[in-house]
């Protein structure tokens, strides 16, 4: 899991590899996500009023996905996805959180949004 800290109240995510339910499946440490990466995240957002997710996954567990995004949905800040490639599968339930009121979701017109 990668965060940034931008300053300025805002926190950036990186959701950039596989989708699992827990940290004993993750098969590459630095880029596989779980919930319980989220919830890691909320805990360090210290205050941040924005939050930016840049997604690029091709999605995993379902129920991960679903975690993940009832997660993100539950904190009270501003968030803009970003869709920087591929937001598949799981991914795409994760992205739709920017999709809610209050919130943004921004795909470049060469990135793959895939629903199945």
């Known amino acids: 899991m990668k965060v940034k800290n931008l300053g300025e109240g805002r926190k950036e995510l990186y959701i950039y590899g ?3 339910d827990s940290e004993w499946e ?12 989220v919830k890691s995240f909320i805990d360090q957002l210290d205050g941040a009023q924005h939050v930016d997710i840049r997604i690029n996954s091709y999605g995993g567990s379902l129920f991960a996905g679903l975690a993940i995004y009832n997660q993100l949905k539950g904190i009270n800040v501003g968030l803009t996805v970003y869709v920087d490639s ?19 979701l921004i795909m470049p017109s060469n990135a793959l949004f895939m629903i199945h």
């Not at 993750?26 to 990466?37: G, M």
């Open 18 to 20: 596989d989708i699992v």
């Open 26 to 37: 993750k098969w590459d440490w630095e880029s596989d996500f779980a919930p319980s990466d």
């Open 86 to 104: 591929i937001a598949a599968s799981s991914a795409s339930i994760i992205a739709l959180v920017g999709s809610l009121p209050g919130n943004r």
